[in-house]
T-cell receptor, first 111, second 111 residues
Framework: DAKTTQPTSMDCAEGRAANLPCNHS???????VYWYRQIHSQGPQYIIH???NNETNEMASLIITEDRKSSTLILPHATLRDTAVYYC????????????FGSGTRLQVQP | DTAVSQTPKYLVTQMGNDKSIKCEQN?????MYWYKQDSKKFLKIMFS???????INETVPNRFSPKSPDKAHLNLHINSLELGDSAVYFC??????????FGPGTRLTVL
């Protein structure tokens, strides 16, 4: 799976948008970008994934650059409950591949 | 209506003992996983089962043995526990190629 690079930590004010970047310059054509998060002491939680087009669901939006070498996860109105470690993972969407977690970005939402 | 459940939530035991962690999913998924999160918070895949068959077996000591009695269950048995086995163990499930759902984790402490 392609390697990803994320900032170690970020802060965001409550109610503001949180924009979490991820670089994946070695991504292959058949690899998707997945985002998961882990709130303290809980299991990881799926957020969103995409291949080429931007995606939006009830939790977040995913913006993927045209060359697919980077992406940004957007939490439109961050709340204190969004404080967590966010993982950007690249993997093929076929087969039975497990997730390869990096060190992620620790997002701290400030009141 | 818990999706992925694990028992026990906490497990404290002595070195050399044998212990098991149980995992059950009620999502009808065909693939289940075991991940280990160490003290440095890195999450790593250990095993993956698809329709009761082992499909991923990372470099894990053979003291660890997964057992899948049916598609909804994947248990982890650990023999001769060592201090280094202390970690949080997460079970997860998915339909092949789709997002994974994680359990709440089992915190194992070996004394």
């Amino acid at each position: 799976d392609a390697k990803t690079t994320q900032p170690t930590s970020m802060d965001c004010a409550e109610g503001r948008a949180a924009n979490l970047p991820c670089n994946h310059s070695t991504i292959s054509g058949n690899e998707y970008v997945y985002w998961y998060r882990q709130i303290h002491s809980q299991g990881p939680q799926y957020i969103i994934h995409g291949l080429k087009n931007n995606e939006t669901n009830e939790m977040a939006s995913l913006i993927i650059t045209e060359d697919r070498k980077s992406s940004t996860l957007i939490l439109p109105h961050a709340t204190l409950r969004d404080t967590a470690v966010y993982y950007c993972i690249v993997r093929p969407d076929t087969g039975r591949r497990a997730l390869t977690f990096g060190s992620g970005t620790r997002l701290q939402v400030q009141p | 209506d818990t999706a992925v459940s694990q028992t026990p939530k906490y497990l404290v035991t002595q070195m050399g003992n044998d212990k098991s962690i149980k995992c059950e999913q009620n999502l009808g998924h065909d693939t289940m996983y075991w991940y280990k999160q160490d003290s440095k918070k890195f999450l790593k895949i250990m095993f993956s089962y698809n329709n009761k068959e082992l499909i991923i077996n990372e470099t894990v000591p053979n003291r660890f043995s997964p057992k899948s009695p049916d598609k909804a269950h994947l248990n982890l048995h650990i023999n001769s526990l060592e201090l280094g086995d202390s970690a949080v163990y997460f079970c997860a499930s998915s339909q092949v190629g789709n997002e994974q759902f994680f359990g709440p984790g089992t915190r194992l402490t070996v004394l």
